[in-house]
């Protein structure tokens, strides 16, 4: 090769390269000025690496929690701290993908699930709606679309009613969040504030997307919201979870069992010391499930009664190591 030809090479090699940290560094702006245009840059924290905007968090929103629910997991918002990837240079891929985890996450760090509880939806089950796990149509979720898991983390699985409605940028054209393929969520219209004609948002809840090529909605109608991944995500396995609480022992915390039926009068309350309460009535009993943060940080004092345990109460010590 001759050394104009060489030039000529080295000079598109940087161009290319340049390009590609350009568009590096506006996704991560976009991340990052989503999070602070919603007003939320004091409780989540952004930061970039070559590969990855990070959105660091303690999963617990600081809207009402827990309101609404009628088949609770028996399971209650425990802080949770919390790193969601999200690609900075996203590509579509040719297969939807899905997991019985986090596939997202909302601006105010809140991790953002499909519409089922417990990870049934499968590969086969993207094409049609699973109303039997639906946690919306079966109780599980509170009047802000989100619930605590079997890690006792709070999460959402529908549209983030009572986030959006603190966003200091709430509109049509705000971000909402953010799949873990780095493309974002919107709400129920298109940015531009036109509604989503029937039939334009495909399996996973998304639709082309001028600015980043691809972007997810929320929605009135199962699925709701993020369903599956368009994008390719390497490691797709691999995506982080929140870390379950423990005992001191190591043993962890058994996981409810919606209580058949449903409950009534479910009240979750808060006090600025930490501690948490929630309580409610199954079949003319009362139960409950209250904690307080222990002297050890990351962990926290639980005095429970619940219809999972048949009644008995518990005490324990459990910590998220």
């Known amino acids: 090769m001759t050394y104009p030809a060489k030039l000529a090479m080295s000079s598109l090699l940087l161009t290319a390269v340049a390009f590609s940290a350009a568009a590096h560094e506006d996704h991560c702006a976009a991340v990052t000025e989503s999070v602070a245009d919603a007003g939320f840059a004091a409780r989540v924290t952004v930061t970039c690496t070559d590969s990855h905007a990070l959105l660091h968090s303690d999963t617990y929103p600081d809207h009402e929690k827990m309101t609404g629910i009628i088949g609770t997991n028996e399971q209650v918002p425990?802080?949770?701290?919390?790193a969601a990837p999200i690609i900075l240079a996203p590509t579509l891929g040719t297969k939807p993908q899905t997991r019985d985890a986090a596939l997202g996450v909302a601006v105010n760090g809140v991790p953002i699930y499909d519409y089922t509880a417990g990870g049934e939806m499968s590969q086969a089950d993207l094409t049609h709606h699973q109303a039997h796990h639906d946690t919306l149509q079966t109780g599980q979720l509170d009047v802000c679309g989100g619930h605590a898991g079997r890690g006792d983390d709070y999460h959402y699985h529908a549209k983030p009613n009572c986030m959006i409605a603190k966003m200091a940028n709430a509109s049509d054209h705000a971000i909402i969040g953010w799949a873990f393929d780095g493309f974002p969520i919107y709400g129920d219209n298109n940015p531009d504030g036109s509604l989503i004609a029937e039939g334009d948002l495909d399996l996973c809840n998304g639709q082309a997307d001028k600015t980043f090529g691809y972007r997810y909605h929320t929605s009135a109608k199962a699925?709701?919201?993020?369903?599956?991944l368009m994008g390719k995500v390497a490691d797709f396995d691999r995506l982080p979870r929140v870390r379950p609480l423990s005992a001191a022992d190591g043993?962890?915390?058994?996981?409810?069992?919606?209580?058949?039926?449903?409950?009534e009068n479910l009240v979750f309350k808060e006090k600025?010391?930490?501690?948490?309460?929630?309580d409610y009535s199954f079949k003319g009993q009362d139960y409950y499930i209250r904690y307080t943060p222990s002297d050890k940080?990351?962990?926290?004092?639980?005095?429970?009664r619940t219809v999972t345990s048949g009644g008995t109460i518990d005490s324990g010590e459990y910590c998220r190591q």
């Open 272 to 278: 600025a010391d930490g501690s948490r309460s929630m």
């Open 251 to 263: 043993s962890g915390a058994a996981p409810g069992r919606p209580p058949q039926g449903g409950v």
């Open 78 to 82: 425990v802080p949770a701290e919390y």
């Open 223 to 228: 699925p709701y919201i993020v369903q599956c």
């Open 297 to 304: 940080p990351g962990c926290y004092d639980f005095v429970t």
